[in-house]
Protein backbone atom coordinates (compact mmCIF):
# COMPACT_ATOMS: atom_id res chain seq x y z
CA UNK A 1 0.00 0.00 0.00
CA UNK A 2 2.61 2.19 0.84
CA UNK A 3 4.58 1.56 -2.67
CA UNK A 4 1.61 2.58 -4.00
CA UNK A 5 0.90 5.83 -2.65
CA UNK A 6 4.58 6.50 -3.60
CA UNK A 7 3.88 5.63 -7.30
CA UNK A 8 0.85 7.97 -7.11
CA UNK A 9 2.68 10.59 -5.83
CA UNK A 10 5.35 10.33 -7.83
CA UNK A 11 2.85 9.89 -11.30
CA UNK A 12 0.39 12.92 -10.72
CA UNK A 13 2.18 14.94 -8.60
CA UNK A 14 6.13 14.37 -10.31
CA UNK A 15 6.75 18.56 -9.43
CA UNK A 16 5.92 18.61 -6.08
CA UNK A 17 10.10 16.96 -6.09
CA UNK A 18 11.06 20.02 -8.01
CA UNK A 19 8.65 22.56 -7.38
CA UNK A 20 8.92 25.70 -4.65
CA UNK A 21 6.34 26.35 -2.31
CA UNK A 22 4.47 29.33 -0.85
CA UNK A 23 5.64 29.38 2.18
CA UNK A 24 9.49 29.02 1.13
CA UNK A 25 9.17 31.91 -2.08
CA UNK A 26 10.56 34.67 -0.70
CA UNK A 27 14.16 33.20 0.11
CA UNK A 28 13.95 30.74 -2.33
CA UNK A 29 13.25 33.58 -5.28
CA UNK A 30 16.42 34.95 -4.01
CA UNK A 31 18.24 32.07 -3.12
CA UNK A 32 17.49 29.63 -5.76
CA UNK A 33 15.43 30.60 -8.72
CA UNK A 34 16.99 33.85 -9.31
CA UNK A 35 20.23 32.50 -9.39
CA UNK A 36 18.89 29.75 -11.83
CA UNK A 37 17.33 32.35 -14.39
CA UNK A 38 21.21 34.44 -14.25
CA UNK A 39 23.49 31.34 -15.18
CA UNK A 40 20.91 29.54 -17.81
CA UNK A 41 19.35 32.48 -19.48
CA UNK A 42 19.78 34.71 -22.28
CA UNK A 43 18.56 37.89 -23.87
CA UNK A 44 17.67 38.71 -26.90
CA UNK A 45 15.82 40.79 -29.45
CA UNK A 46 14.35 40.53 -32.83
CA UNK A 47 13.28 43.32 -35.36
CA UNK A 48 9.96 42.54 -36.75
CA UNK A 49 8.57 44.65 -40.23
CA UNK A 50 7.31 47.56 -39.36
CA UNK A 51 10.37 48.43 -37.34
CA UNK A 52 9.09 47.34 -33.61
CA UNK A 53 11.58 45.40 -31.77
CA UNK A 54 10.32 42.38 -29.59
CA UNK A 55 12.32 41.40 -26.43
CA UNK A 56 12.80 37.91 -25.41
CA UNK A 57 14.43 35.34 -23.18
CA UNK A 58 15.78 31.99 -23.91
CA UNK A 59 16.42 29.69 -20.59
CA UNK A 60 18.13 26.04 -21.38
CA UNK A 61 18.21 23.27 -19.22
CA UNK A 62 20.67 20.34 -19.02
CA UNK A 63 19.70 18.49 -22.10
CA UNK A 64 17.09 20.67 -23.55
CA UNK A 65 16.20 18.70 -26.46
CA UNK A 66 12.72 20.04 -26.66
CA UNK A 67 11.45 23.79 -27.35
CA UNK A 68 9.33 25.18 -24.83
CA UNK A 69 7.59 28.97 -26.04
CA UNK A 70 5.28 30.85 -23.79
CA UNK A 71 3.88 33.96 -24.57
CA UNK A 72 2.81 36.03 -21.78
CA UNK A 73 -0.89 37.97 -21.10
CA UNK A 74 -2.05 41.69 -20.95
CA UNK A 75 0.82 43.71 -18.75
CA UNK A 76 3.66 40.73 -18.62
CA UNK A 77 6.70 40.04 -19.64
CA UNK A 78 9.27 37.23 -19.17
CA UNK A 79 10.41 38.20 -15.71
CA UNK A 80 6.98 37.08 -14.37
CA UNK A 81 7.26 33.51 -15.25
CA UNK A 82 10.88 32.74 -13.37
CA UNK A 83 9.62 30.40 -11.05
CA UNK A 84 8.01 28.63 -13.55
CA UNK A 85 10.81 28.29 -15.40
CA UNK A 86 12.81 26.89 -12.57
CA UNK A 87 10.08 24.37 -11.84
CA UNK A 88 10.78 22.99 -15.50
CA UNK A 89 14.37 22.57 -15.11
CA UNK A 90 14.44 18.88 -15.29
CA UNK A 91 12.48 18.49 -18.32
CA UNK A 92 14.76 18.71 -20.68
CA UNK A 93 13.44 21.80 -22.16
CA UNK A 94 14.87 25.44 -23.92
CA UNK A 95 12.52 27.57 -23.15
CA UNK A 96 12.14 30.72 -25.28
CA UNK A 97 9.78 33.02 -23.52
CA UNK A 98 8.54 36.41 -26.13
CA UNK A 99 7.35 39.82 -24.46
CA UNK A 100 5.34 40.18 -27.35
CA UNK A 101 4.23 43.85 -28.96
CA UNK A 102 3.16 46.28 -26.21
CA UNK A 103 4.10 44.35 -23.41
CA UNK A 104 7.11 44.14 -20.94
CA UNK A 105 10.12 45.40 -22.61
CA UNK A 106 9.19 45.19 -26.12
CA UNK A 107 7.88 48.14 -28.28
CA UNK A 108 4.77 49.84 -27.01
CA UNK A 109 2.47 51.12 -29.90
CA UNK A 110 1.25 54.20 -28.76
CA UNK A 111 3.81 57.55 -27.35
CA UNK A 112 2.02 56.84 -23.40
CA UNK A 113 3.87 53.39 -23.19
CA UNK A 114 1.25 52.49 -20.35
CA UNK A 115 -1.60 52.55 -22.87
CA UNK A 116 -1.85 48.88 -24.32
CA UNK A 117 -2.78 49.17 -28.04
CA UNK A 118 -2.34 47.48 -31.55
CA UNK A 119 -4.10 48.29 -34.31
CA UNK A 120 -4.34 44.80 -35.63
CA UNK A 121 -4.62 41.79 -34.10
CA UNK A 122 -3.32 39.67 -36.89
CA UNK A 123 0.15 41.15 -35.98
CA UNK A 124 0.75 39.49 -33.08
CA UNK A 125 0.85 36.22 -34.82
CA UNK A 126 2.85 37.70 -37.39
CA UNK A 127 5.32 38.74 -34.97
CA UNK A 128 5.62 35.47 -33.10
CA UNK A 129 6.04 33.56 -36.76
CA UNK A 130 9.41 36.40 -37.50
CA UNK A 131 10.03 34.84 -34.20
CA UNK A 132 9.95 31.28 -34.60
CA UNK A 133 11.23 31.67 -37.93
CA UNK A 134 14.33 34.00 -37.20
CA UNK A 135 15.32 32.57 -33.50
CA UNK A 136 13.91 29.93 -32.49
CA UNK A 137 13.99 27.21 -35.58
CA UNK A 138 17.43 27.90 -37.26
CA UNK A 139 18.98 26.57 -34.20
CA UNK A 140 16.81 23.01 -33.94
CA UNK A 141 14.98 20.73 -35.18
CA UNK A 142 13.57 19.75 -31.94
CA UNK A 143 9.69 19.31 -31.11
CA UNK A 144 8.16 22.56 -30.54
CA UNK A 145 5.58 23.20 -27.87
CA UNK A 146 3.91 26.23 -27.59
CA UNK A 147 1.79 28.06 -24.47
CA UNK A 148 -0.14 31.24 -24.24
CA UNK A 149 -1.16 32.94 -20.89
CA UNK A 150 -4.67 35.09 -21.34
CA UNK A 151 -3.69 36.98 -24.45
CA UNK A 152 -0.79 34.97 -25.16
CA UNK A 153 -3.29 31.89 -25.40
CA UNK A 154 -5.07 33.74 -28.14
CA UNK A 155 -2.14 34.38 -29.93
CA UNK A 156 -0.89 30.81 -29.52
CA UNK A 157 -4.06 29.49 -30.46
CA UNK A 158 -4.09 31.75 -33.94
CA UNK A 159 -0.87 30.30 -34.85
CA UNK A 160 -1.87 27.00 -34.26
CA UNK A 161 -4.72 27.37 -37.05
CA UNK A 162 -2.51 28.79 -39.30
CA UNK A 163 0.44 26.40 -38.94
CA UNK A 164 -1.28 23.32 -38.28
CA UNK A 165 1.45 20.88 -39.03
CA UNK A 166 4.46 23.52 -36.77
CA UNK A 167 3.88 22.57 -33.33
CA UNK A 168 4.20 19.01 -31.10
CA UNK A 169 1.41 20.58 -28.39
CA UNK A 170 -0.64 23.43 -28.04
CA UNK A 171 -1.17 24.48 -24.06
CA UNK A 172 -3.42 27.18 -23.22
CA UNK A 173 -3.53 28.83 -19.91
CA UNK A 174 -6.63 31.43 -19.17
CA UNK A 175 -6.23 31.73 -22.73
CA UNK A 176 -8.93 34.93 -23.89
CA UNK A 177 -11.13 33.84 -26.65
CA UNK A 178 -13.65 36.07 -25.29
CA UNK A 179 -14.54 39.20 -23.16
CA UNK A 180 -16.77 38.94 -19.55
CA UNK A 181 -17.92 42.18 -20.40
CA UNK A 182 -21.16 41.57 -22.14
CA UNK A 183 -22.64 42.74 -25.31
CA UNK A 184 -23.57 46.21 -24.17
CA UNK A 185 -20.47 47.07 -22.44
CA UNK A 186 -18.25 45.77 -26.09
CA UNK A 187 -21.39 47.99 -28.15
CA UNK A 188 -19.79 50.45 -26.14
CA UNK A 189 -16.17 50.02 -26.79
CA UNK A 190 -17.12 49.48 -30.25
CA UNK A 191 -18.73 52.87 -30.35
CA UNK A 192 -16.08 54.66 -28.85
CA UNK A 193 -13.72 52.71 -31.06
CA UNK A 194 -15.75 54.42 -34.09
CA UNK A 195 -16.04 58.02 -33.01
CA UNK A 196 -12.32 58.25 -32.68
CA UNK A 197 -11.26 57.00 -29.14
CA UNK A 198 -9.83 53.66 -30.10
CA UNK A 199 -6.54 54.84 -27.89
CA UNK A 200 -8.22 55.82 -24.74
CA UNK A 201 -8.23 53.54 -21.82
CA UNK A 202 -11.08 51.82 -21.30
CA UNK A 203 -13.99 53.57 -18.98
CA UNK A 204 -12.47 53.10 -15.55
CA UNK A 205 -8.88 52.16 -16.55
CA UNK A 206 -5.90 54.41 -16.86
CA UNK A 207 -2.36 54.01 -16.43
CA UNK A 208 -0.23 51.44 -14.47
CA UNK A 209 -0.27 51.31 -9.96
CA UNK A 210 0.57 48.48 -7.90
CA UNK A 211 -2.73 46.93 -7.00
CA UNK A 212 -3.71 45.73 -3.41
CA UNK A 213 -3.52 42.15 -2.99
CA UNK A 214 -7.04 42.64 -1.20
CA UNK A 215 -8.28 43.72 -4.37
CA UNK A 216 -6.66 41.40 -6.92
CA UNK A 217 -8.80 39.31 -8.73
CA UNK A 218 -5.89 37.39 -10.48
CA UNK A 219 -4.78 35.03 -7.71
CA UNK A 220 -5.46 33.48 -4.20
CA UNK A 221 -1.84 33.22 -3.47
CA UNK A 222 -0.42 36.74 -1.16
CA UNK A 223 3.46 35.64 -1.54
CA UNK A 224 3.22 35.05 -5.67
CA UNK A 225 0.75 38.24 -5.84
CA UNK A 226 3.47 40.37 -3.78
CA UNK A 227 6.25 38.84 -6.15
CA UNK A 228 4.45 40.20 -9.29
CA UNK A 229 3.95 43.66 -8.00
CA UNK A 230 7.69 43.68 -7.38
CA UNK A 231 8.67 42.74 -10.61
CA UNK A 232 7.45 46.19 -11.24
CA UNK A 233 9.27 47.86 -8.85
CA UNK A 234 12.46 46.46 -10.03
CA UNK A 235 11.66 47.01 -13.77
CA UNK A 236 9.85 49.70 -14.21
CA UNK A 237 9.87 49.49 -17.53
CA UNK A 238 7.57 46.84 -17.99
CA UNK A 239 4.89 48.26 -16.44
CA UNK A 240 1.58 48.64 -18.48
CA UNK A 241 -2.00 50.49 -17.71
CA UNK A 242 -5.19 49.53 -18.38
CA UNK A 243 -6.17 48.52 -22.30
CA UNK A 244 -7.54 50.62 -24.84
CA UNK A 245 -10.93 50.74 -26.48
CA UNK A 246 -9.69 49.52 -29.91
CA UNK A 247 -7.57 47.19 -28.04
CA UNK A 248 -10.46 45.06 -26.55
CA UNK A 249 -12.21 45.48 -30.06
CA UNK A 250 -9.27 43.70 -31.51
CA UNK A 251 -8.90 41.14 -29.30
CA UNK A 252 -12.87 40.66 -29.35
CA UNK A 253 -12.45 39.75 -32.77
CA UNK A 254 -9.70 37.56 -32.22
CA UNK A 255 -11.28 35.36 -30.25
CA UNK A 256 -14.40 34.62 -32.42
CA UNK A 257 -12.17 33.92 -35.19
CA UNK A 258 -10.30 31.67 -33.24
CA UNK A 259 -13.36 29.87 -32.16
CA UNK A 260 -14.55 29.45 -35.45
CA UNK A 261 -11.12 27.94 -36.79
CA UNK A 262 -10.40 25.48 -33.57
CA UNK A 263 -11.02 23.10 -36.15
CA UNK A 264 -7.79 23.40 -37.87
CA UNK A 265 -5.39 22.95 -35.28
CA UNK A 266 -4.05 19.06 -35.80
CA UNK A 267 -1.86 19.33 -32.72
CA UNK A 268 -3.23 18.34 -29.02
CA UNK A 269 -4.05 20.80 -27.07
CA UNK A 270 -4.59 21.37 -23.67
CA UNK A 271 -6.65 24.20 -22.16
CA UNK A 272 -6.04 24.44 -18.11
CA UNK A 273 -9.55 26.77 -17.32
CA UNK A 274 -10.00 28.90 -14.18
CA UNK A 275 -13.39 28.55 -12.66
CA UNK A 276 -13.22 31.42 -10.41
CA UNK A 277 -11.81 33.21 -13.82
CA UNK A 278 -13.19 36.72 -13.75
CA UNK A 279 -11.24 37.93 -16.59
CA UNK A 280 -11.56 35.55 -19.59
CA UNK A 281 -14.67 33.78 -20.90
CA UNK A 282 -15.08 30.45 -19.76
CA UNK A 283 -18.10 29.92 -22.21
CA UNK A 284 -15.50 30.77 -25.16
CA UNK A 285 -12.73 28.70 -24.26
CA UNK A 286 -15.43 25.53 -24.08
CA UNK A 287 -17.03 26.60 -27.65
CA UNK A 288 -12.88 26.56 -28.53
CA UNK A 289 -12.45 23.09 -27.16
CA UNK A 290 -15.70 21.38 -28.43
CA UNK A 291 -14.85 22.91 -32.34
CA UNK A 292 -11.37 21.49 -31.98
CA UNK A 293 -10.38 17.85 -33.12
CA UNK A 294 -8.26 17.21 -30.34
CA UNK A 295 -8.92 19.38 -26.97
CA UNK A 296 -8.21 18.26 -23.35
CA UNK A 297 -9.41 20.74 -20.61
CA UNK A 298 -8.70 21.00 -17.18
CA UNK A 299 -10.68 22.96 -14.81
CA UNK A 300 -9.18 24.05 -12.18
CA UNK A 301 -11.78 24.38 -8.82
CA UNK A 302 -11.45 27.68 -7.10
CA UNK A 303 -9.18 29.35 -9.31
CA UNK A 304 -8.69 32.87 -10.60
CA UNK A 305 -7.24 34.30 -14.11
CA UNK A 306 -3.43 33.63 -13.19
CA UNK A 307 -3.29 29.76 -12.88
CA UNK A 308 0.44 29.52 -12.91
CA UNK A 309 0.90 31.92 -9.67
CA UNK A 310 -2.31 30.65 -8.10
CA UNK A 311 -1.57 28.62 -4.34
CA UNK A 312 0.32 25.69 -4.29
CA UNK A 313 -2.91 23.91 -4.38
CA UNK A 314 -4.06 24.81 -7.20
CA UNK A 315 -0.60 25.67 -9.33
CA UNK A 316 0.48 22.15 -8.88
CA UNK A 317 -2.40 20.25 -10.41
CA UNK A 318 -1.59 22.71 -13.41
CA UNK A 319 1.96 22.06 -13.38
CA UNK A 320 1.55 18.57 -13.22
CA UNK A 321 -0.79 18.63 -16.44
CA UNK A 322 1.77 20.79 -17.87
CA UNK A 323 4.55 18.24 -17.43
CA UNK A 324 2.47 15.52 -18.33
CA UNK A 325 1.06 16.79 -21.18
CA UNK A 326 5.32 17.60 -22.43
CA UNK A 327 6.27 14.13 -21.59
CA UNK A 328 3.58 12.09 -23.20
CA UNK A 329 3.87 13.69 -26.42
CA UNK A 330 7.63 13.72 -26.43
CA UNK A 331 7.76 10.03 -26.05
Known amino acids: MKKLVILFLLGVFPMLLHAIGEDSLTIDYNSLIAPYIRAHSVLGEVKVADGSILKWQKTSSTNGQKILILLGGHTESYVKYAEFFYDLRDMGLTIYALDQRG ?182 QNEFCTNSQNCEKLILPGAFHEVLIETDEIRNVALSKIRSFIRKLSS
Open 103 to 284: QGFSSRMLPDREKDYVDDHEKYVTDLEQFITDVVRPKTDAKVFLLGHSLGGAVAAAYAEKHPSQLSGLILSSPYLGSKAGPLAMFILRALDFFGMGKEYVLGGGPFSVVPFEKNKETHSWVRHERKMRDYVDSPAIRLGYPTNHWMTQLEDMGKLIRKNAKKIASPILVLQAEKDEIADSAA
